[in-house]
C-alpha cells in the first residue's frame, strides 16, 4: 500500500514561518506531481501549490512569493513565509503514484495538518 503522512504544522503568529512536510512510503514504483492544498472551515479544498517530476512549480495568486514548494526522492515540502490570518487551514499533501503492484497511477491523499496563524 502506499501512504501519504504529513508533519510540521502548528499555530504561528502572523508574519511568521512554517514548514509542512509530506512523506510517501510504500510499494512505490514511481512518484510523480506532488502538490498542497488547503481546506479552511467553510470553505472548499484549493490548490496551493503543485511541483512536477521535473522540479516545475506553480502557485496560487494568493501565495506567490511567500510560500516555496520543493521535492526530494519521496518527501515534498511546503515552506512557507509571511503567514498571514487568511493562510490559517488544514494543509494536505497530494501526490500522483504509480504503485509498484500492479502499475497503475493513483492519486493519493495525506491526513492534513492543521496550520493556524494568529493575528
Known amino acids: 500500500q502506499v501512504q501519504l503522512v504529513e508533519s510540521g504544522g502548528g499555530l504561528v503568529q502572523a508574519g511568521g514561518s512554517l514548514r509542512v512536510s509530506c512523506a510517501a512510503s510504500g510499494r512505490i514504483f514511481r512518484l510523480n506531481d506532488m502538490a498542497w492544498y488547503r481546506q479552511a472551515p467553510g470553505k472548499q479544498r484549493e490548490l496551493v501549490a503543485h511541483?512536477?517530476?521535473?522540479?516545475i512549480t506553480n502557485y496560487a495568486d494568493s501565495v506567490k512569493g511567500r510560500f516555496t514548494i520543493s521535492r526530494d526522492n519521496y518527501m515534498v515540502y511546503l515552506q512557507m513565509n509571511s503567514l498571514k490570518p487568511e493562510d490559517t487551514a488544514v494543509y494536505y499533501c497530494?501526490?500522483?503514484?504509480?504503485?509498484?503492484?500492479?502499475?497503475?497511477?493513483?492519486?493519493?491523499w495525506g491526513q492534513g495538518t492543521q496550520v493556524t496563524v494568529s493575528s
Open positions: 497530494n501526490a500522483a503514484i504509480i504503485g509498484s503492484v500492479d502499475y497503475t497511477a493513483r492519486d493519493y
Open positions: 511541483i512536477t517530476s521535473g522540479g
